[in-house]
């Protein structure tokens, strides 16, 4: 199948869209016959890192590529960054504002939710921004069946 690349601008704190990206991406992983559970895993990874731009970033893009061996999802923002990578990995651990917390984001499940369901992780951050690359194996087992 046609390789699947789109790019897409995130607007600091713009809740009402956050979830488009990972809504897209959905479609495009359905329109390859692959697996309701396949498509769950991503779609969960690509929704948190898109509310993570949204909630503790001024504003970034999305990078999504789809081939027939894999989904590859980047994500580029401009600062603040994460001041401490490994303690942001931890299960509950948030920086979320008061106005992400009052639309229901912030619970710090992100990152751990993201690193749970995919296979590779490239996390990188400075006070410029934060890189957040996530990429999933499409195997035989990825399609339905």
Same mark, same amino acid.
């Given at each position: 199948?046609?390789?699947?690349?789109?790019?897409?601008?995130?607007?600091?704190?713009?809740?009402?869209?956050?979830?488009?990206?990972?809504?897209?991406?959905?479609?495009?992983?359905?329109?390859?016959?692959?697996?309701?559970?396949?498509?769950?895993?991503?779609?969960?990874?690509?929704?948190?890192?898109?509310?993570?731009?949204?909630?503790?970033? =001024?504003?970034?893009?999305?990078?999504?590529?789809?081939?027939?061996?894999?989904?590859?999802?980047?994500?580029?923002?401009?600062?603040?960054?994460?001041?401490?990578?490994?303690?942001?990995?931890?299960?509950? =651990?948030?920086?979320?504002?008061?106005?992400?917390?009052?639309?229901?984001?912030?619970?710090?499940?992100?990152?751990?939710?993201?690193?749970?369901?995919?296979?590779?992780?490239?996390?990188?951050?400075?006070?410029?921004?934060?890189?957040?690359?996530?990429?999933?194996?499409?195997?035989?087992?990825?399609?339905?069946?």
């Amino acid at each position: 199948m046609e390789p699947y690349s789109r790019e897409h601008q995130i607007e600091r704190n713009d809740i009402a869209n956050a979830g488009t990206i990972a809504s897209l991406t959905k479609r495009a992983l359905k329109k390859r016959g692959l697996s309701r559970e396949f498509i769950k895993q991503v779609t969960i990874g690509v929704y948190e890192a898109e509310i993570n731009v949204v909630i503790h970033s =001024y504003g970034g893009k999305a990078s999504v590529e789809i081939t027939d061996d894999f989904a590859e999802i980047t994500f580029e923002d401009v600062g603040p960054g994460i001041e401490n990578i490994e303690q942001a990995l931890t299960a509950g =651990y948030s920086t979320a504002s008061s106005y992400a917390i009052e639309n229901g984001f912030g619970a710090g499940m992100g990152l751990p939710n993201i690193q749970a369901v995919s296979d590779e992780m490239d996390l990188q951050s400075s006070t410029d921004g934060t890189y957040l690359r996530i990429k999933f194996n499409i195997t035989e087992d990825a399609y339905e069946h």
